[in-house]
């Protein structure tokens, strides 16, 4: 049965705006734990910037599929992350991978505790998917029958023609990440110098071509802490990015929120 629709004040679905009785009434269905990290972005970016894609779009994702009628929760986002590899910067973030391996079990237990079997992490810095990835391993082991959670980026819904927008393959703080961040937060200072900056590569040439998985130590990487050429991106670009994402994942939440509960979710249960 599909459930009764949130009232208008409560569709922002973020957890830290309500007050107790508002998330009494709430009842959610389906929990969304933005990741984020913080950590240097070049001489264009704040530290803040995966964070702050996190927060952007699961926010505007949560209200649209609330809007539609789901009951998604969003927790506040989560500011930091794997950063062992970022010791070459000054004050970039980190805590250990065991650490985060345990804070994203804890995050999924606290969850099961509330009664809410449904649980997306989004995730917005490529340094964390290893440990979520695993993460999801261990949460399997413990839950498995008794909940359902599942692992995704921006990237992942999208759509083909809005992942083109970006050209210069950049891995870190280029052309999708300064478009984002420039839609976001329009008076975020953007105003140094954005040229393009290679990436170096190892001498091996296995290790150069991906054949082989490594930790790279990016201030080896990529110096500057930035790659690619950010002097591309645009603020329109970044919205249209944006607006597909958000349109994208919010099809899916409220998918997830209108699928029946059974320990063989999300498959059919084969008694019918």
């Known amino acids: 049965m599909k459930p009764e ?6 569709r922002h679905g973020l957890l830290e705006r309500f007050t107790i009785e508002e998330v009494r009434e709430f009842r959610p269905e389906v929990l969304v ?12 970016l704040p530290y803040g910037t995966d964070a702050m894609i996190a927060e952007g779009t699961t926010a505007e994702s949560v ?5 539609a009628g789901a009951r998604v929760l969003r927790l506040p986002t989560l500011p930091y992350g794997n950063n062992v590899n970022f010791k070459g910067f000054p004050f970039a973030c980190r805590i250990r991978v065991q650490t985060y391996l345990a804070l994203i079990e804890d995050l999924v237990a606290f969850a099961h505790e509330e009664g809410v079997r449904k649980v997306v992490l989004f995730n917005a810095h490529g340094g964390n998917e ?7 391993r261990l949460i399997f082991d413990r839950f498995q029958q008794e909940m359902f959670v599942c ?3 921006a990237h992942n819904f999208a759509g083909e023609e809005s992942r083109r927008l970006f050209t210069d393959g950049s891995p870190h703080a280029g052309d999708y990440e300064t478009s984002v961040v420039a839609y976001l937060a329009p008076d975020a200072r ?8 290679p990436l170096r590569q190892p ?10 998985a490594w930790v790279r130590p990016w201030h080896e990487f990529m110096p500057p802490a930035y790659a690619g050429q950010p002097d591309l991106a645009s603020a329109e670009k970044g919205e249209q990015f944006f607006r ?9 939440l409220t998918e997830l929120n209108l699928e029946p509960w059974s320990p063989h979710f999300p498959y059919e249960d084969p008694r019918g």
């Open 33 to 44: 734990i933005p990741l984020g990290s913080t950590e240097p972005h070049g001489p264009h």
């Open 130 to 136: 290893a440990s979520l990835l695993a993460s999801m």
């Open 244 to 252: 597909a994402t958000t349109s994208g994942f919010a099809r899916f």
């Open 151 to 153: 692992l995704c980026g």
């Open 190 to 197: 953007l105003a140094a110098k954005r040229r393009e900056s």
């Open 63 to 67: 209200r649209l599929a609330n809007e």
């Open 203 to 212: 001498k091996l040439k296995a290790l150069a071509e991906g054949r082989v």
């Open 5 to 10: 629709p949130l009232p208008p004040q409560l």
